[in-house]
């Protein structure tokens, strides 16, 4: 295993990790998902049993199955939707400003500016 950890170590883009595990991707889908498709291969890597005893063969093979989900988890949904980072968790997917909102905080920049004051309509 230490062989393969080591050659694990100098990879650090998905792209990178795809290509060493043989696996075909589209770029489009690596471009746009990139961070969140090694988060989730981290997360099943975490959650997977019974890697600890196997050689780098095996090892090499159950790294690709997850990698390989990991990618496909993005191929057929959205970042927001498997809300892989904190962000997406924390706002469900959706967050919202009012316009009253931007208005007063335009207005209250403006004051301290010394420019001219809005007015609501």
């Known amino acids: ?3 393969l ?3 694990l ?3 650090s883009s998905a792209n990178e990790f795809l290509e060493f595990f043989g696996i075909a991707y589209e770029e489009r889908v690596v471009h746009v998902n990139r961070l969140h498709i090694l988060k989730r291969f981290y997360q099943y890597l975490h ?3 019974g890697l600890a005893g196997l050689d780098d063969v095996e090892m090499f093979r159950r790294y690709r199955e997850l990698l ?4 496909q988890d993005f ?3 959205t970042a927001v939707k498997e809300k892989v980072f904190k962000v997406f ?3 469900d997917g959706q967050g919202h400003v009012s316009v009253t909102s931007l208005r007063d905080s335009l207005a209250e920049r403006r004051k301290s500016a010394g420019g001219p004051e ?3 309509a």
Do not use: F
């Open 1 to 3: 295993m230490d062989d």
């Open 118 to 120: 809005l007015r609501a």
């Open 5 to 7: 950890t080591t050659r």
């Open 89 to 91: 968790q924390d706002a």
């Open 75 to 77: 191929t057929t949904s």
């Open 9 to 11: 170590k100098a990879l």
């Open 68 to 71: 390989a989900q990991a990618y």
């Open 47 to 49: 959650r997977a049993e």
